[in-house]
């Protein structure tokens, strides 16, 4: 994102201390990622699971080791979604769009400005980075854009234990988190040498191929739809009406 000039984007990350996470790297070993949702427990704030003969429990201190992050900030899960009472779908999703004249047929990423294009894609594809539907744009989704946006600090802890549970009870999750799994399994010395390892490259690595898929266009320094000025003229002549 930096080599691409996303300064707004970063700094919203920035503000949820994201940062760390999106750029974790390194091996995932999806054999022992199996192993561990196949034993994974809840108990209160900590997650245990048993691996290759070792008891492992993960503190809030073993998350704050890996990725920075603490077990603060507002929790948000399915379940809870009214916990912000001004926060309305519908208008929250128009005010995000290109053109806000359009007409809402379903939530999706496509019209979506720049910046809430990046944090939609993050959100659909990263958290919790489900196997289908990246389009799609789900209550929850919106939700967590709209904190971002605002800058409401979230318990992000709490929403990726939230979504390792759902990977327990859904095949669609598909096993989330493994970079951070797999940082676990380093951080208590797992023994992975004969284990077949992949290997992932940071989350926050958008380059100009991909922002360009996304329908925008850099133009003298700065990414703008493709379609900028089309829209642009559209909602002077609305404004004008």
Not at 35 to 46: A, I
Not at 47 to 54: A, S, T
Not at 136 to 153: A, G, H, P, Q
Request: glycine share 6%; hydrophobic share 40%; with cysteine.
């Amino acid at each position: 994102m930096k080599q691409q000039n996303l300064t707004t984007v970063r700094s919203l990350l920035k503000e949820q201390r994201l940062k760390r996470f999106l750029e974790l790297s390194g091996n995932i070993y999806l054999d022992l990622v199996k192993v561990f949702y196949t034993n994974l427990q809840f108990n209160g704030h900590t997650l245990n699971f048993h691996v290759k003969g070792m008891d492992i429990v993960i503190t809030n201190d073993v998350w704050a080791a890996i990725i920075g992050l603490k077990y603060y900030g507002l929790r948000i899960n399915k379940g809870n979604l009214a916990v912000i009472e001004e926060f309305n779908k519908i208008q929250f999703n128009k005010n995000c769009l290109k053109n806000p004249f359009s007409k809402v047929i379903n939530f999706s990423v496509g019209g979506l400005k720049l910046d809430e294009r990046l944090i939609a894609f993050i959100v659909s594809w990263i958290i919790p980075p489900r196997g289908s539907n990246h389009s799609t744009l789900y209550e929850e989704d919106l939700l967590l854009i709209y904190c971002i946006m605002n800058k409401v600090k979230l318990n992000w802890i709490h929403i990726f234990k939230d979504d390792m549970q759902k990977a327990i009870r859904l095949s669609d999750f598909h096993y989330p988190y493994a970079i951070v799994i797999s940082k676990f399994l380093h951080y208590f010395d797992v023994d992975i040498e004969e284990e077949l390892a992949e290997i992932i490259k940071p989350s926050s690595e958008i380059n100009s191929g991909s922002l360009s898929k996304m329908g925008f266009t850099k133009i003298s320094g700065r990414w703008v739809t493709k379609d900028g000025d089309q829209v642009g003229l559209m909602m002077k002549k609305r404004l004008k009406l």
